[in-house]
């Protein structure tokens, strides 16, 4: 790394599903982990000492480091940021850094529900606020490559902003500046790109109760279509490359849909994205306007009846 990195050394609260693949991406660039503070009866405890992490308790964490990341649930991370202020205060007084310190301290959080805002107890003590939120998932046991290429969502303290552009140089990814008042929007964004497909493969797994007599072999026989959606998605917008009936303008094909669906509840659901696609589909040039007020009508047709 050059000469203009200023992370040297860090410690983390949590050694979590992120948390773990960020300290070994850091460490892997030569910033030393000088601990994780976990609870005694923590599952992450000997993995950390695994990983050759030094473990403490909260209140023994040092926290003479460049960067303090708080790898901890949303909730937490206030009640956490206070608890370490009042330690500062009381314990080990933080040496006062002032914004324009050419050697910054930075306290972070992956929160993308979050912006600075639950790190403020921590600004009285010299620290720098930064929330750096991965636009990814993160299953058990990934490792560092998983933020490679990957986009950031950042919302930071100005002078926490170089700090920022170091851990994403570090580990490999974009950033994106999102301000405190657009953090809900973006949070949003997130949630409706990831948090629903495991409901839409989960309704369709049903879908085929019939045919197959596992749920778990339905979702392998759907993987690849799913997995063949995403990879359009990375070639085109998603109008281009939405498929199926409602882009073949084929109204009985979703007429039989309509009678398979012994749950109102599903059902509505069901027309609720069709009307949906039925505008992304119109938007993009997929369907013609009268086209697409045909379809409204059809499925205004069903949803009143359902009321």
Not at 221 to 245: C, D, F, S
Not at 294 to 301: G, I
Request: proline share 6%.
């Amino acid at each position: 790394m050059g000469n203009e990195n200023v992370i040297k050394t860090c410690s983390c609260i949590g050694y979590g599903a992120v948390g773990r693949p960020f300290l070994h991406g850091l460490r892997q660039t030569g910033v030393m982990v000088k601990g994780v503070a976990l609870r005694n009866k923590s599952p992450h405890r000997e993995i950390a000492l695994a990983d050759a992490i030094p473990v403490f308790p909260l209140h023994a964490l040092p926290l003479a480091v460049d960067l303090l990341i708080l790898a901890v649930p949303d909730d937490q991370i206030e009640k956490i940021a206070t608890i370490l202020a009042h330690r500062a205060n009381n314990h080990h007084p933080a040496p006062q850094i002032g914004l324009n310190s050419m050697n910054p301290r930075v306290a972070m959080h992956f929160s993308g529900r979050f912006g600075i805002v639950p790190l403020t107890p921590l600004t009285e003590k010299g620290w720098l606020r930064l929330a750096w939120h991965p636009i990814q998932t993160f299953p058990k046991d990934v490792d560092s490559r998983r933020f490679q290429g990957i986009v950031v969502g950042v919302t930071a303290d100005e002078d926490a902003q170089p700090m920022a552009s170091e851990l994403a140089q570090r580990l490999g990814t974009t950033t994106w500046q999102v301000r405190e008042k657009d953090r809900a929007h973006y949070h949003l964004a997130a949630v409706l790109a990831s948090n629903f497909l495991p409901v839409l493969c989960s309704l369709a797994a049903s879908r085929l109760a019939s045919v197959v007599k596992e749920s778990g072999e339905a979702i392998r026989g759907l993987l690849p279509l799913v997995e063949g959606m995403i990879e359009n998605l990375k070639l085109l917008t998603p109008a281009e490359a939405m498929t199926g009936p409602v882009v073949r303008n084929d109204l009985e094909a979703v007429r039989q849909h309509l009678q398979g669906w012994e749950n109102i509840q599903d059902r509505v659901l069901y027309l609720k994205l069709l009307e949906a696609a039925v505008d992304l589909a119109q938007q993009g040039g997929r369907l013609q306007a009268e086209q697409a007020a045909s379809w409204k009508r059809f499925l205004q047709l069903y949803l009143d009846d359902i009321k």
